[in-house]
């Protein structure tokens, strides 16, 4: 699965395409210039119970890991992968 991303400054989103279409994306929203707030994460059917919703959150988070900045997981799902998996708290 290739995961793409878009933003343009203020708002953007990790998505992931099957066949031209979005299937999956996690959209967040610029704070200030040192973090991003992840909002909402939605898996389609296509792509539902395949680990499409965690690989965008791991995606989120080498993109934090590159830009310097931290995450607030507002999202339930986004904020329920931190709370497993130890190895990505450090963006947080």
Known sequence: MEIKLSDDGKHGKFYIEVEGQEQ???TFTW???DRIIIDHTEVGDALRGKGAGKQLVIKAVEFARN???KIIPLCP??????DKVEEIKDVL
């Open 67 to 69: 830009k310097n900045i």
């Open 77 to 82: 799902f986004a904020k329920s992968v931190f």
């Open 31 to 33: 704070a200030g210039t």
């Open 24 to 26: 999956a994306k996690m």
